[in-house]
Structure formats: structure tokens, C-alpha cells
């Protein structure tokens, strides 16, 4: 298992359009990967469960995964956190 933890910078937190991009990324890969942030810990390839989340701006999240691309996986996930998505 891979993991990391960031506060998320994009303007826009991971809502609508931003949290479909998010999940479309995420599905991308192989591995198994959750986010976590504030004690709650939710399959990031599921939309509702990302939407559930409320993240915003200023969010610290851990991104981890599990399989075969896991450290690319939350590379990738974590560098979408640190900027604007669209």
C-alpha cells in the first residue's frame, strides 16, 4: 500500500465536474484507492461517496491505493488535489 497526504489547493474543492474528473482519473488505474479526510475513508472511485465528502479548499486528505499501479495512482490523484481541475 501506497499512501499520501495533502491539503487540497485547488480553488474549486472536488465538487461536480471537478469530483467526475477526479473519479474518471482514478478509474484509470488498477489498484484499489480510498481518500480519507476527516476520519471518514471512502472508495475514490465512486462518485457519491467523493460528493459525500464535502472536501474544500484546505482539506487535508490522504490518497492511498493498493495493486499493481498504486504509487502512480496517488502521484497522479495527489497532483490534481494541488491544482485547479478545470
Known sequence: MFS???V???????????ATYFIQ???DFRSSIWIEAEERKIN?????GVLSMA?????E???S???PDEE???KTLVDMLKEDLF
Open 4 to 6: 499520501v497526504t495533502t
Open 8 to 18: 487540497v489547493k485547488c480553488a474549486s474543492g472536488l465538487h461536480n465536474k471537478q
Open 25 to 27: 482519473k482514478a478509474n
Open 44 to 48: 475514490a472511485k465512486s462518485l457519491l
Open 55 to 59: 472536501i474544500v479548499t484546505g482539506t
Open 61 to 63: 486528505v490522504t490518497i
Open 65 to 67: 491505493a493498493e495493486g
Open 72 to 74: 502512480e495512482a496517488v
